[in-house]
Nanobody, 113 residues
C-alpha cells in the first residue's frame, strides 16, 4: 500500500524559511519522479516542483530561485526547501506520486507577520 506522509508545515514570518518532508512507502521510490503541489484557500491546486528519478528538477515560475526540491533515496523521502517565503506562499502543500496518481494528506504552510 502506497503512503505519502508530509511534515514540516508551520507558521513563519515573511522572508523566513521552512523545509517540508514527504516520507514515501510502498513504492519503488528511487525509480520514480515525485512532485510537490500546493492549494491556497479558494484557489485551484497548483504545481510547485518536480524531481525525476535521476535528480533533474523543474519549478513553477512563482517559486523559482526560492524553493529547492531534493530527494534522499536511502530514506525514501523527498524534500522541499522553501526560502524567502511570501504571504502568497500560504497554502496546503501536497506530495504527489505521478504513477497511479497518489497524493499525501498535505501540510499547512502559513506565511504571516
Amino acid at each position: 500500500q502506497v503512503q505519502l506522509v508530509e511534515s514540516g508545515g508551520d507558521l513563519v514570518q515573511p522572508g523566513g524559511s521552512l523545509r517540508l518532508s514527504c516520507a514515501a512507502s510502498g513504492l519503488a521510490f528511487s525509480r520514480e519522479a515525485m512532485r510537490w503541489y500546493r492549494q491556497a484557500p479558494g484557489k485551484e491546486r497548483e504545481f510547485v516542483a518536480t524531481i525525476t528519478s535521476t535528480g533533474s528538477t523543474n519549478y513553477a515560475d512563482s517559486v523559482k530561485g526560492r524553493f529547492t526540491i531534493s530527494r534522499d533515496n536511502a530514506k525514501n523521502t523527498v524534500y522541499l526547501q522553501m526560502n524567502s517565503l511570501k504571504p502568497e506562499d500560504t497554502a496546503v502543500y501536497y506530495c504527489y506520486r505521478p504513477i497511479y496518481s497518489y497524493w499525501g494528506q498535505g501540510t499547512q504552510v502559513t506565511v504571516s507577520s
